[in-house]
């Protein structure tokens, strides 16, 4: 069970996330996925994505497969770390699909698996992180 209090208030408070185009597709519990369109505002190169762009989905994606898996606790996450991949380019006009989930929850820290994709399938980059979870009040 996801407390959509929680989520709709990261949702409207994650400037970060809605500043580089991520967009929430479904969420689940210990699930979500995320789409997101490279842009000239994305580029570090004439054709390639800065990779700062792809971890900052990563790290949103990792985050709320997290939150969504305690959220019902009345508890959000904050990153303790987390390792990308980057395996392929990603080049401007790419469609990026990021997919997160939960692979071990325990009191605070939920270890969590990313894969992002492009729009041909491909794997351009695969993460885990790991993250504390803490009560909601602490973070307002």
């Given at each position: 069970?996801?407390?959509?209090?929680?989520?709709?208030?990261?949702?409207?408070?994650?400037?970060?996330?809605?500043?580089?185009?991520?967009?929430?597709?479904?969420?689940?519990?210990?699930?979500?996925?995320?789409?997101?369109?490279?842009?000239?505002?994305?580029?570090?190169?004439?054709?390639?994505?800065?990779?700062?762009?792809v971890a900052g989905m990563?790290?949103?994606?990792?985050?709320?497969?997290?939150?969504?898996?305690?959220?019902?606790?009345?508890?959000?996450?904050?990153?303790?770390?987390?390792?990308?991949?980057?395996?392929?380019?990603?080049?401007?006009?790419?469609?990026?699909?990021?997919?997160?989930?939960?692979?071990?929850?325990?009191?605070?820290?939920?270890?969590?698996e990313c894969e992002v994709?492009?729009?041909?399938?491909?794997?351009?980059?695969k993460a885990s992180g790991?993250?504390?979870?803490?009560?909601?009040?602490?973070?307002?």
């Open positions: 069970m996801i407390n959509e209090k929680i989520l709709n208030t990261y949702q409207e408070t994650n400037h970060f996330g809605r500043h580089i185009g991520m967009k929430i597709m479904e969420v689940e519990q210990g699930y979500v996925h995320y789409e997101m369109e490279i842009g000239k505002e994305h580029l570090a190169t004439p054709k390639a994505a800065h990779g700062g762009v990563i790290d949103g994606t990792l985050g709320v497969a997290a939150l969504s898996q305690v959220s019902h606790r009345n508890e959000i996450v904050a990153t303790v770390e987390f390792k990308v991949n980057y395996l392929l380019p990603v080049y401007k006009g790419d469609q990026l699909d990021a997919k997160g989930r939960v692979i071990f929850s325990g009191n605070r820290l939920i270890y969590t994709k492009n729009q041909k399938g491909q794997l351009v980059a790991t993250f504390n979870a803490y009560p909601f009040d602490k973070a307002f």
